[in-house]
């Protein structure tokens, strides 16, 4: 897919809850996505956000229509942990072309910074066609967290996020150049894949 430099990037955020889809209480993990994301990328960006309930025919049927959309990065919330209706890996699982079991890994390093209970966590990311599909906490504390990392008090970065790593992984299965703001998140790039900043 040829992506013109200022088209704007389309990112699925998706957050999985039985009772917020209800209405039996207000989402949080829609918002805190959206705000991060625009304060961490510089592109501009077409949301596409889906509520659903913890159900995993409804997950993945949701995710394809996501990719199928043109979404190069799509980021879910909710339903990784191991209560019986936690379902969101499973069927993440099952629409992947390949997994990334490094996304995980790294989640679950930082939430135990915090948490003890962070290895009851089963985030897994994966790749479909030229998009990346992520599952991160349910919580909008949590989200931050795992897509920044972690900073000592001076501010420097002590553990890498997630989200560091997400631009250059979209880069190499073909999808478009995400350019990230420094202050919240620095990508990496080795230096023959970076490209002049955006002006």
């Known amino acids: ?11 699925g955020i998706v957050s999985v809850s039985d009772r917020a889809s209800q209405g039996t209480y207000e989402d949080k993990g829609l918002p ?9 990328l510089k592109n501009p960006i077409r949301f596409e956000p889906r509520l659903i309930p913890d159900d995993q025919a409804t ?3 949701t995710l394809i229509e ?16 191991p209560a019986v209706r936690d379902v969101t890996p499973e069927a993440t699982l099952a629409v992947a072309d390949k ?3 490094g996304f995980g890994e790294q989640m679950r390093q930082i ?8 290895i009851l966590s089963r985030q897994v990311a994966v790749v479909r066609g030229s998009s990346l599909i992520i599952n991160l906490p349910g919580q909008p504390k949590a ?8 900073r000592s008090a001076d501010g420097a970065q002590q553990v890498h996020g997630i989200f560091a790593a997400v631009p250059y992984c979209i880069d190499l299965i073909g999808g478009p150049y995400l350019e990230t703001d ?16 955006r002006g």
């Open 111 to 118: 939430s135990l910074a915090f948490v003890p209970t962070a």
């Open 182 to 197: 420094d202050a919240v998140c620095r990508a990496f790039r080795p230096k023959n894949a970076v490209r002049p900043a």
């Open 66 to 81: 996501l990719v199928d959309a043109g979404c190069a990065l799509v980021l879910t919330t909710g339903g990784t942990g």
């Open 59 to 61: 997950i993945s049927q």
């Open 143 to 150: 989200i931050a967290e795992t897509l920044e990392g972690l």
């Open 1 to 11: 897919m040829i992506h013109a430099p200022h088209d704007p990037i389309i990112i």
């Open 32 to 40: 805190a996505l959206q705000d991060w994301l625009t304060r961490a």
């Open 99 to 101: 997994e990334m079991p």
